[in-house]
Structure formats: structure tokens, C-alpha cells
């Protein structure tokens, strides 16, 4: 059996996961995935529109917005990114809860849970579960992000509308970093602790063949 993971390492990656799980979180509520600013000539004050995977806001003056739920489609009203990167945050965001409930039984941070046998399993497992989160929660914001950089970039429409990435873009890939680090952190850990184990089995055996070779010369 390998030896478990040192107290330090465990907060640390446990730490690790419970911050990207709650940026997760953030990105997935918050109405901040794409900015737009219209400056036409016929408009007086520049009009700011925030949009998200379930809202949109307008915001006419500073200390007032007018939010509009997307729950539902209305003659192709909701595009298809945003529905896949609904999709996609969803599947990261439950991921990610699994992974930190096979964490804290793994790491043995539980008074109860598995045996110390069955918890290195758990923590492999929890590695994977972070590293399909991070991929999931990436490719949640990179995709509205490449359709918004090739999209938007007509001289026309730059004159009228600004169009940016939102503050949850980048908390996104912060956060699928966080969650890529955790799983690899805790990845590492199982093929070195794996590793130490298999030498040390085939070590034992090798004095356990070296003892009784020499047994059986004694005896003869």
C-alpha cells in the first residue's frame, strides 16, 4: 500500500480545488462573459451591455441596470456557445463537487470514510475528476472567446460597438489552471507513491528469493 500524502499536500490541493470550484461558481452566475459599449453618434451617453450564460444587463447610466433572463429560446434568441458553454460550466461545476467529496474521503480529513487501503484510489480519482473540470470550465470560455475575436472585428461595427471579453473569461481560465494544477498536483503524487510502492514489493521480494536460495544450500 502507498504511503499517504503529507498533511501539507493535502491542504494545499484540497485548498486548490475549493478555489477553483468557487470561481467556478462565480462564472457560472455571474452576467459578465462579454462587454459591450455603444458610442454611436445618435446616442447621447455611451450604453453598456454585459451579457452572461443566463442574463443580460443594460446599463444606461452609472447605478442602474435593466437585466433580462435567458432562461429559454425564443425564436433562436440564445446562440449555440452559449448553450454549450452552459453545458460545459455545468459539467465543471458538478465535476468539481464530486472531486472535492472523493478529496476530503481520501485524504482521510473525515473522522469517517474508507479504509487507508481504498483511499489512494479516491484520490486518483479525484486527480481526474480536476483535470476533466479544468478541461471543461477552458473550453467554457475559450469558445465564446474565439467566436468574440473573429466575430467583431468588422471596421463598421468597431466604430459603433466595442465589443470585450468579460471579467468571467479570465477568472474561467484562472480557474481551469487552479483545477489543472490540483489534479496534476495529486496525479504526480499517485504514480510516485505507485512507483515507490512496486520497488519496494519487488525489493522485498528479491531478499525474500535471496533467503530462501540460501536456505536450501544450508539444507543441502
Known amino acids: ?28 452566475g455571474l452576467p459578465f462573459w462579454r462587454r ?23 446599463l444606461p447610466s452609472p447605478g442602474k441596470a435593466n437585466c433580462r433572463q435567458m432562461l429559454t429560446a425564443h425564436g433562436g434568441e440564445i446562440p449555440l456557445d452559449v448553450y454549450a458553454s452552459r453545458l460545459l460550466t455545468l459539467t465543471s461545476l458538478l465535476l468539481g463537487l464530486l472531486a472535492l467529496i472523493l478529496h476530503c474521503l481520501g485524504s482521510g480529513c473525515l473522522r469517517w470514510g474508507p479504509s487507508p487501503v481504498h483511499r489512494p484510489r479516491l484520490l486518483a480519482a479525484t486527480a481526474f475528476l480536476y483535470l476533466v473540470a479544468s478541461l471543461s470550465i477552458l473550453l467554457a470560455v475559450s469558445w465564446p472567446a474565439f467566436q468574440l475575436a473573429t466575430e467583431y472585428q468588422h ?33 504526480c503524487w499517485g504514480c510516485r507513491a505507485g512507483g515507490s ?24
Not at 491542504?11 to 486548490?16: F, H, M, P, Y
Not at 471596421?155 to 489552471?177: D, H, K
Not at 520497488?199 to 536450501?216: T, V
Open 1 to 28: 500500500m502507498p504511503p499517504p500524502p503529507p498533511a501539507a499536500f493535502q491542504v494545499v490541493t484540497l485548498l486548490l480545488g475549493l478555489l477553483g470550484e468557487l470561481g467556478v461558481l462565480a462564472c457560472c
Open 36 to 58: 459591450t459599449v455603444a458610442s454611436g453618434r445618435g446616442l447621447l451617453l455611451r450604453q453598456w451591455t454585459v451579457e452572461g450564460l443566463w442574463a443580460s444587463c443594460v
Open 155 to 187: 471596421p463598421l461595427l468597431s466604430e459603433q460597438l466595442e465589443v470585450s471579453l468579460g471579467p468571467c473569461i479570465y477568472l474561467g481560465w484562472a480557474n481551469g489552471a487552479v483545477l489543472l494544477l490540483a489534479g496534476m498536483l495529486l496525479g
Open 197 to 220: 510502492a512496486a520497488a519496494a514489493s519487488s525489493h522485498g521480494g528479491r531478499k525474500g528469493g535471496k533467503w530462501s536460495d540460501d536456505a536450501g544450500s544450508n539444507f543441502l
